[in-house]
């Protein structure tokens, strides 16, 4: 391999082989920064990312998941903020 392929891209971080976690420490986070996790994402094939930011004041304030658009592997029933439908009327 010549040395432009090894350094086309240089993911900061794979937890497991199925997170990748992308460190940042600015002062607001650009959009180009979420693209460069997806873009990581739907290379490598995987669902999810994290792009954390040390440049806020907070950890919380710094975190932000991003999720690549594959099908989805749960159950419906089991996804958060996901409206389930009514259930059948008792007869």
Not at 6 to 17: E, G, K, S, W
Not at 34 to 60: I, S
Not at 84 to 89: G, K
């Amino acid at each position: 391999m010549d040395s432009a392929s090894t350094t086309a891209f240089r993911i900061d971080l794979l937890v497991d082989d199925r997170v990748i976690v992308e460190i940042k420490s600015v002062e607001q986070i650009a959009p180009v920064h979420a693209k460069q996790v997806l873009t990581y994402l739907r290379l490598l094939k995987l669902p999810v990312g994290l792009l954390v930011n040390f440049g806020q004041p907070t950890l919380k304030a710094g975190l932000q998941r991003i999720v690549n658009n594959l099908a989805p592997s749960a159950s419906p029933r089991l996804r958060v903020n996901h409206k389930q439908p009514a259930p059948p009327p008792i007869a």
